[in-house]
């Protein structure tokens, strides 16, 4: 009875209802799961390590970093977590599924081997290759000298990535060899991301609107969520550096039920499928970012974890308690649920910091989320927050505001309605996401 505290156990033998979760994470993603499984039927106690200013309202905040396997496992073991849901991808990437497993604690992610699908995209790039899932043409390079060399000699438009983790930030779709020269050099030479960049990925300009996948995994079934779409650059008309994610809209209402079974066809379940082979069966949440293309949908990049902002929409159409859910993949017990969304559509604009994605300053103070959620259908979800003596900046997104709508217009005016009460010194945001699904007369 060490991973179970006595309390959960009924005079029958068998488990109660009730849960105690983990969530690993502090942004905004992080807090919306919270604020989702807050409402289960069947939910305990509710801890976040190591959560946001938002995130104390609804959970207990643990002082652990997310990249802390063993210091989480430990608490885990402690407080009689039964389940641990992991937000971010530095902790998959680092292994914690596999230290949470090898200590007999149940937890929602992949394991290191199968998160290797985001962590390097040189490995799901020659994934995708080897099992003809359909992406842009590519070259991987370990060398700066040769990576400039191709760069002149295959032109532009190209797209330069980090192939490591780089919170969203690290791909540059490059229209000028001027800016592809400039990319590479931050990647390889000026060592913006890191580790991350030790390797490169140049990859032909595909065109075609962006949209994100998600798909439930329990090792053997997949069922996906309604589509998302992510707009990444900073500034409006899709202008300025890539981002971890400015505001999203879901469902996208031009993506036919036949384009999503395409994904679903020659994408995910390819993908799973080739996992398996490898030996790195994958369980959590499977997020291939997709451009649809004139020739079908194409893989940008996989994530193997929800996406952030893509999330913070998602909980608010998820109609089926979502600890049902994480319980169902973990168990591999999918196949089993029939998972219920609420009709109509949600967004999500973020705020971010003057400056972001560049350098910005933290700690100042903000006003007018209590006015916000006034409005009807609004929620706001803390990405980059902290409270002392009052909430204040503590990131470069700080804000998820988050409306839902029976129409695409209405869920947008809501949000940005309630947008346009909140203030913090340098607060930025973009006035145009939806434009595009707007424009196209949804």
Known sequence: MSKIDKQHINKKGGKTMTSNVLIIGGGGREHAL??????STRIGKLYVAPGNG??????????????????????????????????????????VVDVFQ?????????????????????FSKRLMRDNDIPTAPFRIFRKYESALEYIRKHGVPIVIKASGL??????YPCKTLAKAERALAEIMLERAYKQAGNEVIAEEFLNGQEVSIHALCDGKTSILLPTAQDHKPVFDGDKGKNTGGMGTIAPVPWVTDQMLREADEQIVRPTLQALVKKGKPFTGLLYPGLKMTDKGPQVLEFNARFGDPETQ????????DLLDVLDACVDGKLADLAIQWHSGFAVCVVLASGGYPGKYKKEIPIFGIAEAEKVSGVIVFHSGTMYDDQLRTSGGRVLGVTATGDTLQEALDRAYEAVHCIKFKGMQFRNDIGAKAIAMGF
Request: proline share 4%; hydrophobic share 45%; charged share 25%.
């Open 313 to 320: 929409s998602y909980m608010r159409l998820l109609k089926t």
């Open 34 to 39: 919270a604020w989702k499984l807050a409402q």
């Open 54 to 95: 938002g995130t104390r309202d609804i959970t207990e905040k643990i002082a652990i970093e997310a990249t802390d396997a063993k210091g989480l496992a430990r608490f885990a073991e402690k407080n009689f977590i039964d389940l641990t849901v992991v937000g971010p991808d530095d902790p998959l990437a680092l292994g």
């Open 102 to 122: 090898s200590r007999g604690l149940r937890i929602f992610g992949p394991t290191r081997a199968a998160a290797q699908i985001e962590a390097s995209k040189a």
């Open 166 to 171: 780089a919170l969203g930030k690290g791909a």
